[in-house]
């Protein structure tokens, strides 16, 4: 029964993204969706194929659609879906890998100061208009912080999980002091676009952003997922240099890959709660502590959870709810419940 | 084998001073003193846990502080004493983790490793709890686990701090004639901190005795346990009996 949780969990993704494919405000027949992305595979293949051999076309696929259903399946939806999936996988990944290095179940990447570091990377973007663009900016706030808090949290070299969330909390404070500020003297229009920004969101999800994130995320997920097993060793803190691990070394190396996904989904979407919190909790309270499963049942659980909410969020009403409201409603009870049955499989 | 050549080291308000002692291979050498008289300190700085001022640790005339964690904890285990279980991971789980210093940081245990961990549980006798939460063991049984972990990384030296803390008798016989076996059979060299003298001078080959941060005296337990000495140590009036060619160590009782 484990067992077929375990690998149903594992492969979730693959159902959550078909899924979210067929349902939208725009609504196509699940037969034509099908077709076309069938026919678009074959388009991207031959496409594939005639570069490969210099331009011989093999075969010409024709997509016999109205426009405006491709243009929603693949130039709306598809990067939509794509995107929130590797961001839930970036954002429950990072949690796991925070509670195990600093030993601490309520340890998300934001306690790095990663959200408020790229909340006032937008707000200065949207309140200055620098034309810019929100996401550079945000992205580099979001490192600017990371790197404020584990500089303020270092102490004659080692980082400990009580320095880090302290220094955490200051420069959150820090950041969020200024966003307020920024906030009260900006323009009303501007003001509730960076409200909109901080509950999150996937409605701007484009090819171009996925070209962005992608990349960093995956590379990231395949790192800490070869790396997993240094989590159990290093989850028992100081002890873990007694059978050979380098500690420091090996928690800056997670520190910085966590950030980098980190600040790239938030950059993307805004700031989505609970998620890296939630998921590898669930995890661990149905599979046990054991990294070797919990990082990668955390790539994919955050993955379907995050698509599947998004879905939600962009068809259950005639508006958008914002995603991060969402999660962390869908997210309590269930979470709620795990906690009563199971006493949260942190201690004994 | 091993060897604390004028080790000196300091806390600040407390400091090791000048420790020298020497282990021949498969022998068992006790730190036995009062309490916060700095064995653990010793232990740690001997692993290099703790930086002592300068080197002065060797194995096999190698300097030991020299060696990467890595390297260092191919020749040596270390048991510690105090311990706060962070997950409650399986047995298994956590003695595979004493190949850490084995596997490559992109690698995951597979299952030689876990039967080489099995191994080490069945020596010590363990076997059965090797699907139980660890944080769901009684102290002995924890202890266990954690001398499973430092032997599964094929140390020749272990240090163990206070072996026998929170045990019972039972336990306490138990452990100490698991480590003197693994002297005499696999020629492990050990180092360990014990409160009881007696216990001390029924298993090791040699004994340190510690006060204040330095080595009162060291060598031989019979040239060692002697009154004036251990009363000197410990601060109490102490006897000492002979009973069929052991020590008996007794406080002087002032009861009526
Ligand atoms: N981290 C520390 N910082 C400062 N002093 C310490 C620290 N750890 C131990 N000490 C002091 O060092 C002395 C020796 O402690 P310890 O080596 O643990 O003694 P023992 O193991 O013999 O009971 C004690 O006085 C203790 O207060
Ligand atoms: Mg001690």
Redesign the pocket.
């Known amino acids: 029964m484990r067992r077929f949780l375990f690998l149903f969990l594992l492969v979730s993704p693959i159902f959550a993204f078909f899924i979210s494919l067929f349902i939208g405000a725009y609504h196509m027949p699940m037969a034509d969706i099908i077709n076309m992305a069938f026919l678009k595979s074959l388009q991207l293949i031959s496409g594939v194929l005639a570069k490969i051999t210099l331009g011989k076309l093999y075969f010409d696929v024709q997509i016999p659609y109205p426009s405006v259903y491709q243009t929603v399946l693949f130039k709306i939806r598809l990067p939509r879906v794509l995107l929130a999936m590797i961001v839930g996988s970036a954002l429950a990944v990072s949690g796991a890998v925070l509670q195990a290095i600093f030993r601490n179940p309520l340890v998300n990447s934001y306690i790095l100061g990663i959200s408020s570091g790229a909340a006032f990377g937008a707000a200065l973007a949207i309140g200055l208009s620098l034309g810019l663009g929100v996401t550079p900016l945000a992205f580099a706030f979001a490192l600017l912080a990371v790197f404020l808090t584990t500089s303020l949290a270092k102490i004659g070299g080692r980082i400990t999980p009580v320095s880090l969330i302290l220094a955490g909390v200051i420069v959150n404070a820090f950041f969020s002091a200024l966003t307020s500020l920024l906030k009260f003297l900006m323009e009303h229009e501007k003001l509730a676009s960076v409200v909109y920004w901080l509950m999150g969101s996937f409605a701007n999800a484009d090819w171009h952003s996925l070209k962005v994130a992608f990349p960093i995320i995956f590379a990231g997920c395949i790192i800490i997922s070869l790396m997993r097993w240094q989590l159990n060793v290093l989850s028992f803190g100081e002890e873990a240099k007694l059978v050979g691990v380098e500690t420091e070394k090996l928690k800056f190396a997670f520190i910085l890959i966590v950030s980098l996904i980190t600040a790239a989904s938030v950059a993307f979407c805004g700031i989505i709660g609970w998620v890296g919190l939630m998921i590898p909790h669930m995890v661990r309270m149905a599979f046990g502590p054991d990294h070797k499963k919990l990082i990668p049942l955390s790539i994919t659980l955050g993955a379907s959870f995050m698509v599947l909410a998004d879905t939600l969020a962009r068809s259950i009403a005639t508006y958008e709810i914002p995603i991060g409201i969402l999660t962390t409603l869908l997210g309590i009870p269930f979470f709620a419940y795990l906690l009563r049955k199971t006493g949260g499989g942190w201690h004994a | 084998m091993l060897k604390v050549k004028g080790l000196s080291f300091s806390?600040?308000d407390?400091s090791v001073e000048n420790v020298c002692f020497e282990v021949k291979e498969g022998e068992i050498l006790t730190l036995l003193?009062p309490?916060?008289?700095?064995?653990?300190?010793i232990l740690k700085n001997v692993y290099g846990l703790l930086k002592p001022k300068k080197k002065c640790v060797f194995i096999d005339g190698r300097d030991f502080h020299s060696l990467s964690l890595k390297e260092r904890a191919k020749l040596a285990g270390y048991v510690p004493q105090s311990h706060y279980p962070p997950f409650p991971y399986t047995v298994l789980d956590v003695v595979v983790m004493g190949l850490a210093s084995q596997l490559s940081v992109f690698e995951s245990p597979k299952d030689e490793h876990y039967e080489k961990a099995l191994e080490k549980l069945r020596l010590l006798g363990m076997e059965r709890f090797k699907d139980r939460p660890y944080t769901q063991l009684s102290g002995g049984q924890l202890q266990l686990i954690l001398i499973a972990r430092a032997l599964v990384q094929e140390p020749k030296v272990l240090l163990l701090d206070e072996p026998t803390a929170h045990l019972d008798f039972k336990n306490q016989v138990k452990i100490l004639g698991i480590i003197k076996k693994l002297a005499r059979e696999e020629r492990i060299t050990a180092i360990l901190?014990l409160h009881d003298p007696n216990l001390a001078s029924i298993y090791s080959d040699k004994i340190a005795l510690?006060k204040e941060g330095r080595i009162r005296a060291v060598g031989e337990s019979s040239e060692i346990l002697r009154e004036e000495i251990l009363e000197e140590v410990y601060g109490v009036p102490i006897h000492i009996l002979e009973f069929n060619g052991f020590r008996v160590i007794m406080p002087k009782t002032e009861v009526v």
């Open positions: 806390y600040g407390f003193g309490n916060g008289s700095g064995k653990t300190t901190t510690v």
